[in-house]
C-alpha cells in the first residue's frame, strides 16, 4: 500500500445464510443457538474462489481481502483453536486455503480482515472496546486469555496461506497490546497492518461516507471502504445498491489523494458473488480501467490550476498532469486560470478523445469595475458532460 492500489473487500460466514446482514445476529436478535446451528447447514456447493480472483482482477483490482473471523466469532479457515470454524459444516473444507491458492495462481494478493470483537469466545467480551452487543457471557471478563487465542490464531492466519499484502484488524479494542502487531511483523516482514488492532498500525481506514478535509494529499497511508450494498456488508437477497456514480466518485477521490480503496461484496451461502453483485463490479471496473492507471503511484501536482465550476485535484506522472474531477464536470469545458505552458494535447481518459484548447479570454471572467475580460484562460472544450454524468472525469494534459 506504500503504493496506491484498488481492491476487493469480501465479507462471508454463516450470516449469509439469513440473506439480511453480516450482523444479523444482533440487528434482528437471533436466538444464539438458532444462529450458531447455521454451521450445520454451511455447504457452499458453489464456491469457486477462482472466479472471485478472475472477477476482481478484471475489474483491475490489486488485492483482495478476506473475513477470516467476524463478530460473530466463526472462522472461516482450518483453526484449531476453537471447533466453531469452517471445517465442521456440511462443505468441511478450508475456503481460505482456496482462496489463497486462487491468489497467487493469478497474481493477487492477499489481504485478512480479523475482527475483535467474538461474540461467541468465552472471553471474548472487551468492556472498553465497542460491538460487545451479543458476547456469549460479560461476567468472566478475561482479555489476556482472550488475546493469547488471538495471538495462535494470527499465528496460524500468518504462517499457513503464504505471503499476506495486509492484516485488517476491525474494531479499535482501546486496550495496548504491541506485542500482537510485533507478532504479524515478524511471522510476515513486509505486512502492512491497519490502525484498528492493538498499537498504532501503518495506514488509516475510514469506511462507508468519508469525506476527506480538503484536497489535499493524505499524510499517511490510507485504505478507504465501502460496500455495493447500502445496508450490509454480507450477502442481501434484496440488495439497496449505491449508484454507479457515488461509488466511482468515492473511490476517484480517495485514490486521487493517495489513498487505496476496497470495494466489498458479500457471496451467497452457496459460495458465489451472485450476477447482480458481479454486475456493479464489472460496471465499476470498466470505468476503473479506462483511467489507465492514473489513480494508483500518484504524485500530487503542486501547481495551482485554478479551475473554475469543475472542482478537481492535480496529480502527475512524467511530463503529465491528471486533472481529477473526482465529482464529475458541469460543462462541456474545462476553464483553468492558471497554467504552467501550452499543452501539447489534453485527452479525455474517460473516452480516449482528444480535445481541442485554446488560451484565450472567456466573457464570463470579467473585471467588475471595468466590464472586460481579465485573464486568459486555458479553455479546453468539447467533453461530453452529459455522456459521463455518471462518472468523474479525468483529463490528461501532456506538456
Known amino acids: 500500500m506504500a503504493n496506491n492500489k484498488f481492491g476487493m473487500f469480501i465479507h462471508w460466514g454463516l450470516y449469509a445464510l439469513t440473506e439480511i446482514q453480516d450482523q444479523a445476529f444482533v440487528r434482528f436478535d437471533m436466538d444464539r ?18 472466479k472471485w480472483v478472475l472477477l476482481a482482477k478484471s475489474a483491475g483490482m490489486k488485492y483482495i481481502c478476506f473475513t477470516t473471523k467476524h463478530h460473530d466469532g466463526f472462522c472461516m479457515w482450518d483453526t484449531k483453536y476453537t471447533d466453531y470454524n469452517v471445517m465442521n459444516t456440511p462443505y468441511g473444507k478450508d475456503v481460505l486455503k482456496m482462496l489463497s491458492d486462487a491468489c497467487r495462481k493469478h497474481g493477487m494478493l492477499l489481504s485478512l480482515y480479523y475482527s475483535n470483537p467474538d461474540w461467541h469466545h468465552h472471553y471474548g467480551f472487551n468492556p472498553q472496546s465497542s460491538h460487545q452487543w451479543r458476547s456469549v457471557q460479560r461476567d468472566d471478563v478475561d482479555t489476556l486469555r482472550y488475546r493469547e487465542y488471538i495471538r495462535d490464531q494470527i499465528t496460524e492466519l500468518l504462517t499457513n496461506y503464504g505471503p499476506i499484502y495486509t492484516l485488517y484488524w476491525d474494531i479499535p479494542p482501546k486496550i495496548e497490546d504491541p506485542s500482537l502487531n510485533e507478532l504479524a511483523r515478524k511471522l510476515q516482514p513486509d505486512i502492512l497492518i491497519n490502525d484498528r488492532g492493538w498499537s498504532k498500525g501503518d495506514f488509516s481506514t475510514p469506511e462507508r461516507e468519508y469525506k476527506a ?87 500530487a501536482d503542486p501547481f495551482n490550476y485554478e479551475s473554475r465550476g469543475s472542482k478537481c485535484v492535480a496529480t502527475k506522472k512524467g511530463n503529465k498532469t491528471y486533472l ?66 455518471s462518472e468523474p472525469v479525468v483529463l490528461e494534459i501532456t506538456w
Open 213 to 299: 478535509l480538503g484536497d489535499a494529499p493524505f499524510a499517511r497511508m490510507t485504505e478507504a471502504c465501502n460496500s455495493v450494498d447500502q445496508q450490509s456488508w454480507g450477502y442481501r437477497a434484496d440488495p439497496d445498491f449505491y449508484s454507479l456514480r457515488h461509488l466511482t466518485c468515492a473511490i476517484h477521490r480517495i485514490m486521487c489523494l493517495g489513498g487505496s480503496y476496497l470495494l466489498n461484496v458479500g457471496p451467497s451461502a452457496q459460495g458465489e458473488i451472485t450476477e447482480n453483485y458481479a454486475e456493479r463490479i464489472r460496471l465499476i471496473g470498466d470505468w476503473y480501467n479506462r483511467m489507465e492507471n492514473c489513480l494508483e503511484d500518484v504524485e
Open 324 to 389: 481529477h474531477f473526482y465529482d464529475g464536470v458541469i460543462s462541456s469545458a474545462v476553464n483553468l486560470r492558471k497554467y504552467p505552458t501550452c499543452p501539447k494535447s489534453v485527452r479525455l481518459l474517460n473516452n480516449g478523445k482528444q480535445l481541442e484548447f485554446k488560451i484565450e479570454y472567456l466573457p464570463e471572467y470579467y473585471n467588475g469595475n471595468s466590464g472586460m475580460c481579465i485573464d486568459k484562460y486555458l479553455h479546453i472544450t468539447g467533453i461530453p458532460a452529459d455522456e459521463l454524468s
Open 33 to 50: 443457538a438458532e444462529y450458531e446451528s447455521l454451521a450445520k447447514k454451511f455447504d457452499p456447493v458453489k464456491y469457486d474462489p477462482e
